[in-house]
């Protein structure tokens, strides 16, 4: 199972995945982008990080 | 079904007790006492049960034998009377302080004096589950820990049992609950309402129970903020090694990737992005966090419950499921409110 | 009379400025610029000023000469027009960060771009009079602090420059004003009440700040709690020495003792012993409180503002006063309200 770059823990993939599909790591919520398949390899999705107010 | 009572149920840790142990399916409820009380519909003190149970407090001396005895009595009262408490029930939760440390000398200190039964300390298992399970699924005799030392040790314990750990400043934000139902000067609405209250900069009790069981460097300070439950510890924690965010995240799911009520919160967006003790209140869970600090070798891990379920009725429930090898979440399944 | 305006008044750090010039005997109030909001009344913005004033806001474009020019305006605005600024007015105050810092390089790694005017930065004074009376007094560019670094380096000073302190952990618990007048997601009332938010555990800005003034070992975080106005920093200081309780004494005292708005407040009873935001919210003082850690070499250093006061609006007047050479309390002197 690929494992996400930022915590290491394996997001759920789709059961066909599609080279640039975006997905959710479920446990550190970082938006993850299909950059290869088989094997299947994960890469954060450029997202810019937005200021939440405080 | 296991009968239980509770020894001292006028507080909010013993009216939370009272909410908890009326909805476990496999308990009942037999006797909740109160000096003060005795004889009042225990709705008058906690209203929230109203209508849920027609339970009247009873005297101390009138409790008679269960299965399971909880104790939220004043410091020192459960240690001055366990020998008649043992004898009323095989098993007995303490939800006080007096039988939380290992060391007679380290009480005195932090109590101001001698411990009366030092002797039984040894006896008591400390009642976090995620540190005792096994221990704790045999025991007798349980001691909960303090709420404080319960949102500080579910914190760094992962990182103290890899050996990453160096020393660590610990700062708990809490809410006036913490201070039990009694008033005082400063509880009075007026003073109380906005104050930012650092009433305990150094030397808190707590800071002794964190000290035994992660060993090491450990300071504490505690402030008190406007919030009716909740614990908020931020813990400074300098690291002996290198490690990144990865191996952090690989150290915390390793130690709570299966625990029911460790929850890790670490986003990078949204705006629940760390832990945050107002979405957890009436809720079991201790959620925890971390972040890197890229400039040092300091790690912030933030650690959040709400003191009266996970820092005290709620941690005594999970052990008695422990104790008598239940599922650990019955009777603590609400999640939590949100918004809140 | 002084000739003052504010450019980029409809925020909050604005406002509180323009209450403070209102009622400044020495200072007449030119004009008040914003974008969103020329030509309506400036109560419109600032209720509390209705019946105040019947100044309206206009245009950056309209502004015209004046004696002392104040910048309340977004991040790199009074860098990119500073020119512009300095031909309307002999001396200028800035409010926001862009000249704060000493150095060009610490700025684009904490504001995430170039410093456009890095050559300008040594000419600004930073606006502690605390820190810089001396230099204040001969200044005509004026870069006041930060409000978690005004009261991080207030309370940390008398130490630093006494060579007692080795490293210091700082934790701000702060309030939602310190963010602005913008709503956000994260400012909804429903997601905002009640919440405790670790929004900066590590890396903030203000880290920079204090460094700049301080040196040494500072680590520094920031916690949002239920609160608009206040700063309360907590600031655990590691000492190179042995120091008792007197010793401590002697060296705040000795800083802070002739200081108009510098107070110590450390009480063994009652309810207010140590400093609290809540006491100071339109005051301009900071109160400042130490315990000493009788297991360790730490003392707990409390360093409490009002972020809108003596973080921006106060500390930029009493800026004013200083380069002015008239009193320092002049315009400040509202002692805050209790109960609040």
Not at chain 2, 32 to 51: C, K, M, Q
Not at chain 2, 112 to 135: D, K, M, Q, T
Not at chain 2, 181 to 197: C, L, Q
């Amino acid at each position: 199972m690929p494992e996400c770059p930022v915590c290491g823990a394996e997001p759920m993939i789709s059961d066909d995945p599609v080279e640039g599909e975006l997905l959710e790591c479920e446990e550190c919520g970082v938006e993850l982008e299909i950059l290869a398949l088989d094997p299947v390899t994960l890469g954060e999705a450029p997202d810019a990080e937005e200021d939440w107010g405080e | 079904m296991i009968g239980a009572s509770i020894a001292g149920g006028s507080g909010y840790a013993g009216g939370e007790l009272l909410r908890l142990l009326l909805g476990h399916p496999d308990v009942e409820v037999r006797q909740i006492t109160s000096e003060r009380f005795a004889g009042r519909f225990a709705h008058r003190v906690h209203p929230n049960l109203r209508g849920v149970t027609r339970l009247r407090f009873c005297a101390l001396a009138e409790l008679s034998e269960c299965d399971v005895l909880f104790l939220c009595l004043p410091h020192g009262e459960s240690s001055r009377r366990i020998d008649e408490f043992r004898s009323l029930a095989g098993r007995i939760v303490d939800l006080g302080a007096d039988f939380r440390l290992r060391d007679g000398a380290d009480y005195e200190r932090f109590y101001g004096r001698p411990h009366p039964r030092p002797e039984l300390l040894e006896s008591f298992v400390y009642g976090i589950a995620e540190l005792n399970r096994e221990a704790l699924a045999r025991a007798d005799l349980v001691a909960c820990a303090g709420c404080n030392a319960t949102a500080s040790i579910l914190g760094l314990l992962p990182l103290y049992r890899a050996g990453v750990a160096d020393s660590a400043v610990i700062e708990v934000k809490v809410g006036s609950s913490e201070a039990g139902n009694r008033a005082s000067e400063g509880s009075h609405h007026p003073e109380r309402s906005g104050a930012m209250r650092s009433y305990r900069p150094t030397g808190h009790r707590h800071a002794a129970e964190i000290r035994t069981v992660l060993g090491g460097d450990v300071h504490f300070s505690a402030t008190a903020v406007e919030m009716v439950r909740g614990v908020l510890a931020t813990c400074h924690v300098f690291l002996n090694r290198e490690l990144d965010e990865k191996a952090l995240w690989k150290i915390y799911r390793g130690a709570y990737a299966d625990e029911p009520f460790v929850r890790i919160v670490k986003e990078r967006s949204g705006i629940h992005r760390y832990p945050d003790p107002n979405l957890l209140a009436g809720a079991n869970h201790c959620d925890v966090g971390f972040e890197r600090d890229p400039l040092s070798n300091r790690v912030v891990v933030l650690s959040a419950i709400d003191n009266l379920m996970k820092g005290a009725a709620g941690q005594a429930v999970q052990a008695l499921n422990v104790m008598h090898g239940l599922p650990e979440s019955r009777g603590l399944e609400f999640p939590g409110l949100h918004p809140a």
